[in-house]
């Protein structure tokens, strides 16, 4: 696996269901991040982390709860979804954080399907 | 308030048409200008960064440029697989990440 890899691809769950995220980078990297993708809405930071300590958390909702193991993993645990949380949820990994003056590389996301 | 604004929403250019996509933004200073090119249903993939005016970069058919206040991304006799949606973002001030805007969507018809 090169890059960043994120399973399950797709997925399809109702409100009271809890399902998991996951995303893991073979860059080397230190700092990863979870975005929100809606249709013609920018990419939405959810959180940061940088070795494993979390830097950011831009107001999410506590549905989701992020968890970094270690630098080359993160996953993001969803609990009683909204419809509204519909959307492609991507995963991303930098070397560190500079200010966001790092190059963000991007896994290929998760199409979230609530119902 | 950081500010990244992307124009045209959307393009469709014939095959060999050269056209420009246009990002203005207002930061606090800035600290570079990315540019992210994403197919439908996948995760944005790196293209450029610059930091400073008067900077430019290419790849293939692709050339970005940056002023003080904009940078464009211009596209030299496009093909149907530059079809994409095109991103640019800037490190929001004061916070750890990219700031983006809601993209260009080219489309370009053989």
């Known amino acids: 696996e090169t890059g960043v890899t994120q399973t399950p691809r797709h997925l399809v769950m109702g409100m009271t269901n809890k399902k998991s995220l996951k995303c893991e980078q073979h860059?080397?990297?230190?700092?990863m991040y979870w975005y929100k993708q809606s249709a013609k809405k920018p990419l939405e930071l959810m959180f940061v982390?940088?070795?494993?300590?979390?830097?950011e958390n831009n107001s999410v909702p506590s549905r989701f709860s992020p968890e970094c193991p270690n630098s080359s993993h993160l996953f993001l645990h969803l609990h009683t979804l909204q419809p509204e949380d519909s959307a492609l949820y991507l995963c991303?990994?930098?070397?560190?954080?500079?200010?966001?003056?790092?190059?963000?590389?991007f896994g290929p996301g998760t199409r979230l399907l609530v119902l | 308030e950081d500010q990244v604004t992307q124009s045209p929403e959307a393009l469709r250019l014939q095959e060999g048409e050269s056209s420009s996509l246009n990002c203005s933004y207002t930061?606090?200073?800035?600290?570079?200008l990315f540019w992210y090119r994403q197919d439908p249903g996948k995760g944005p993939e790196f293209l450029f960064t610059?930091?400073?005016a008067g900077e430019e970069k290419e790849k293939e058919r692709l050339k970005a440029t940056l002023t003080k206040k904009e940078s464009f991304l211009h596209i030299t006799a496009p093909k149907p697989e530059d079809s994409a949606t095109y991103l640019c973002?800037?490190?929001?001030?004061?916070?750890?990440?990219?700031?983006f805007g809601t993209g260009t969507r080219l489309t370009v018809i053989p």
């Open positions: 860059l080397g990297h230190n700092a």
């Open positions: 991303a990994s930098s070397q560190g954080l500079a200010g966001g003056q790092e190059t963000q590389y």
């Open positions: 982390y940088n070795f494993k300590e979390q830097t």
């Open positions: 610059l930091y400073s």
């Open positions: 930061v606090s200073g800035l600290r570079g």
């Open positions: 973002a800037v490190p929001q001030t004061g916070a750890n990440n990219l700031f």
